[in-house]
């Protein structure tokens, strides 16, 4: 089904783009879900220690390759919203271009200093063992998993949404069948789950190249435009994402490091299964700000303002109420998902139970938070955007791990996550409130 984001209603074009994003982001969450669901039942608890040691390297990556991908892409929609599509091609060739040589610059960077990237949380025994286990073999697949990223936006916003969602599923699927395969079957541990992981990519990959072998869209896969000349603005519009997974690997490791060294290894694995699962709640919400921005960029670009906040009123309404949802899920159910991972370890089911409850409170907030973040980068405004991101993952966070646990001494670091949210929507709710008045005194004076 073709998309025309000129004369589609905002709902429709909302929904053509909605399931492929959501679907994509949801499949995403599965490769650490499905990891961690494996790792919990073929290795022990202590490998969803390690998993949680492990996620800021891969929200790293992820981070880096959704900066290039959606800063590219944004950047390619507003273009073509002005009725400028040479540019389209440029943008995506330089996007790839800048994603392999960042993330085979950082992969190897992480390869060689890997022991004292696992030593900085003060990981020890067991736990650092797994994690560098996992980790050596999981690095090498964040190229291919950089370049699928980058090339899924770029297919997404060339008006085949569609065929991004069929690579996620089927990479997802293959990676779950590896999982089973290589840490069960073939009682591989930690290094059997890596390599499922990585696998995966590849299938990925191969899917994605269909959209150019079939030419459905105008996008080619060439040389043509390679270079730099776009890096700059690339980089700025997709910052903001870049932020959001940063700050939330930087939030892990804060975590981590907290509960190291005031609690022990029983926390640690309560917030690996916390942050396996958070990471679905947030590519929920990535999701539904994915199908809102090409609709953004493009009406922003073609100055059809009204369609603008059409669109982040529904986008805001879906990711709110999924936000309500999840938390929902988790307050009736807690006990049970704990359990269903951590199987016969009852102390450990209480003590993550409790964690799941505290970090899901914060869902609708974050969803918010996320939503108004959406708007100025797909607006061209990563500095306000920015703002945003560094306020709810990183400055409150801190805070509120450097507050709550005095206030609150056996539970309060639980807490963080909502405090710095919370203060963040307030922050979030001035800034799209100026937005809007300044988007309505400008149609007042085009009228």
């Known amino acids: 089904m073709s998309i025309n984001l000129k004369t589609d209603s905002i709902s429709k074009s909302f929904l053509q783009y909605l399931l492929p994003a959501l679907t994509g982001m949801v499949i995403k969450s599965l490769f650490i879900m499905g990891d961690a669901f494996f790792i919990g039942q073929g290795v022990g608890p202590e490998g969803l220690g390690a998993i ?78 797994l994690t560098y286990e996992y980790l050596s073999i999981l690095l090498v697949s964040f190229i291919p998993f950089s370049l699928c990223w980058v090339m899924s936006a770029f297919v997404r916003n060339d008006s085949n949404p569609n065929l991004a969602m069929y690579a996620m599923s089927g990479g997802a699927v293959i990676n779950l069948v590896l999982d089973y395969i290589f840490v069960i079957q073939f009682d591989w541990g930690m290094k059997g789950a890596a390599l499922g992981t990585g696998l995966s990519q590849l299938v990925i990959l191969t899917i994605l ?35 959001i997974e940063v700050t939330s690997a930087i939030t892990i490791i804060l975590f981590n490091y907290v509960l190291l060294e005031s609690f022990g290894d029983s926390h640690v694995i309560a917030y690996g299964l916390t942050s396996s699962l958070g990471v679905f709640a947030l590519f929920i919400v990535i999701g539904i700000t994915q199908a809102c921005q090409p609709i953004i960029s493009f009406n922003y670009g073609s100055e059809q303002l009204g369609r603008v906040k059409e669109t982040l009123k529904i986008g805001m309404m ?82 509120g791990l450097m507050l709550l646990p005095k206030l609150i001494p056996e539970n309060g670091v639980w807490f963080s996550i909502l405090f710095a949210e919370s203060i963040t929507a307030v922050i979030s709710s001035y800034m799209l409130y100026t937005f809007l008045t300044e988007q309505n005194r400008v149609l007042n004076v085009e009228r």
């Open 318 to 399: 879906s990711a709110i109420g999924a936000g309500v949802f999840l938390f929902s899920v988790v307050l009736i159910s807690s006990h049970s998902i704990a359990a269903f991972y951590l199987g016969e370890h009852s102390e450990l089911i209480k003590l993550a139970s409790l964690a799941l409850l505290c970090y899901f409170s914060a869902a609708p907030l974050m969803a918010y938070n996320m939503v108004v973040a959406n708007l100025f980068q797909a607006t061209a405004k990563p500095a306000k955007a920015s703002v945003i991101s560094v306020a709810r993952g990183f400055v409150f966070v801190v805070l």
């Open 52 to 129: 949680s040691l492990a996620v800021p390297t891969f929200s790293f990556f992820s981070a880096l390759a959704m900066m290039i991908g959606i800063g590219g892409a944004a950047m390619m929609s507003i273009e073509v919203g002005k009725g400028s599509t040479k540019l389209a091609q440029t943008l995506f060739s330089q996007s790839m271009l800048i994603a392999f040589l960042l993330s085979t610059l950082f992969v190897s960077i992480s390869y060689l200093s890997l022991e004292e990237i696992i030593s900085l949380v003060g990981a020890e025994g067991l736990i650092a063992s």
């Open 209 to 243: 190249l269909g959209h150019f072998i079939s030419k459905k869209g105008n996008l080619k896969l060439n040389l043509e435009g390679l270079g730099f000349d776009f890096i700059k603005p690339i980089l700025s519009i997709g910052l903001p994402i870049f932020f």
